[in-house]
Structure formats: C-alpha cells, structure tokens
Antibody, heavy 121, light 110 residues
Framework: QVQLQESGPGLVKPSETLSLTCAVS?????????WGWIRQPPGKGLEWIGN???????FYNASLKSRLTMSVDTSKNQFSLKLSSVTATDTAVYYC??????????????WGQGTLVTVSS | EIVLTQSPGTLSLSPGERATLSCRAS???????LAWYLQKPGQAPRLLLY???NRATGIPDRFSGSGSGTDFTLTISSLEPEDFAVYYC???????????FGGGTKVEIK
C-alpha cells in the first residue's frame, strides 16, 4: 500500500522560503510515475502546484513557476517542494500525491494527509 | 488553462435522495480526462471516478459519472450519511498548462 507523508515547518515568515518534504513508503519513487504537490487555502478549493518524475523532469503551475523548485531524492525515497518569497496568500494545506500511471498531470489516487503551512510574521 | 465551473455551489438533500452535480469546462476536455473527488473536513480528497465514468477501487456503485467534451455530471443515486461532503472535479487533459480543479460543490444534509 502506497503511503505519503508530508513534513516541514508549519509557520513561515513572509518573504521567506517554504520547504516541504514528502516521504513515500510502499513504493519506490525510482520505479516510475509522476509525483506532485497540490495545495488548498483554508476554506477554499484545490490548486495544482507541480509534478516531477524521478528522472528529474518537472512541470510547474505557470502562476508559481518563478518561485517554485521541486526535487527528488531517490536514496531517501522522498521528494521536496521549495516555494520562495511567500506571502499570506500561500497559506494553505499542502498535499503531496502520486499521479496515476501513464500521465504527467493525471488524477490522484494516493494522497498524503496534508500539512498546514501558515505564512505570518 | 482549462477552467472548471461546478454547480450548484451547495446542494441540500436528505439521505436516500438522488444527487446530481455538474462540472462544466471552458474548453473541451480531451478523451474525457476528468476525475471526481470527495473531501470531508480535515481529510485529503478521495478519488471517486476517473475518465469521467470509471469508478476508483472500492467506490460503491451508487456513484456514477457521465459526460464528455465540456459537460460532465456526477450522480449519487441514493445518498448515504457518509456522502455528505464537498465534491471536486479535475481535468487532466495533459495540456502544457497542467491540471485544474473545479471550485467544488458542497452536499449538505437538508
């Protein structure tokens, strides 16, 4: 059974960099699939952030691309998100996910539990 | 980018009633690359349907999906207490613009 678990600071100051990691168990990232991040501001809908492949290919939401870096560490079977120059509008629950097989941007059957990141001084 | 508009925003129904949720796309979604999710408070979304009409593993057959092009529908034939939640649609057309989600429909107990 594939399991994903997000970790990282729950509070980030404005203008700083938000950093999150997703640890994957039950499946080797090196075996394939795209992996991604999705966020949800409190009380609002879902927003796709970006996807990456273990090969290093990344695909970012155009609205976040200039501030976003995603990377994968196959030795630790985890992948990471860094979002720079954050503001209050980046406050959200951040989910990591495994994209359905055969898709770059596919549907998601496996989600992490989500982690709330608040941007505030 | 493909914009998804879900309606209604809120649906007030009683257990046992039929629910019909709509998801309309701003442009045609190729090959019915559309999924539906259910989300309960404090939980991650749960995949219900993909490819517009294919039920995910473990999803009961009271959930069904239909549609193509720009108009898609999720139908719950007879609402169970655990079905009261927020529902989201997602298009994954594999276009360079990535994937997008609808704004959600809340199904609440009347």
């Amino acid at each position: 059974q594939v399991q994903l678990q997000e970790s990282g600071p729950g509070l980030v100051k404005p203008s700083e960099t938000l950093s999150l990691t997703c640890a994957v168990s039950g499946y080797s990232i090196s075996s394939g699939y795209f992996w991604g991040w999705i966020r949800q501001p409190p009380g609002k809908g879902l927003e796709w952030i970006g996807n990456l492949h273990h090969s290093g290919n990344t695909f970012y939401n155009a609205s976040l691309k200039s501030r976003l870096t995603m990377s994968v560490d196959t030795s630790k079977n985890q992948f990471s998100l860094k979002l720079s120059s954050v503001t209050a509008t980046d406050t959200a629950v951040y989910y990591c996910a495994r994209v359905a097989p055969g898709y770059t941007y596919g549907y998601v059957a496996y989600w992490g539990q989500g982690t709330l990141v608040t941007v505030s001084s | 980018e493909i914009v998804l508009t879900q309606s209604p925003g809120t649906l007030s129904l009683s257990p046992g009633e039929r629910a019909t949720l709509s998801c309309r796309a701003s442009q045609s979604v190729g090959s019915s690359y559309l999924a539906w999710y259910l989300q309960k408070p404090g939980q991650a979304p749960r995949l219900l349907l993909y490819g517009a009409s294919n039920r995910a593993t473990g999803i009961p057959d009271r959930f069904s999906g239909s549609g193509s092009g720009t108009d898609f529908t999720l139908t719950i034939s007879s609402l169970e207490p655990e079905d009261f939640a927020v529902y989201y649609c997602q298009q994954y057309d594999n276009s360079p613009q990535g994937t997008t989600f609808g704004g959600g429909t809340k199904v609440e107990i009347k």
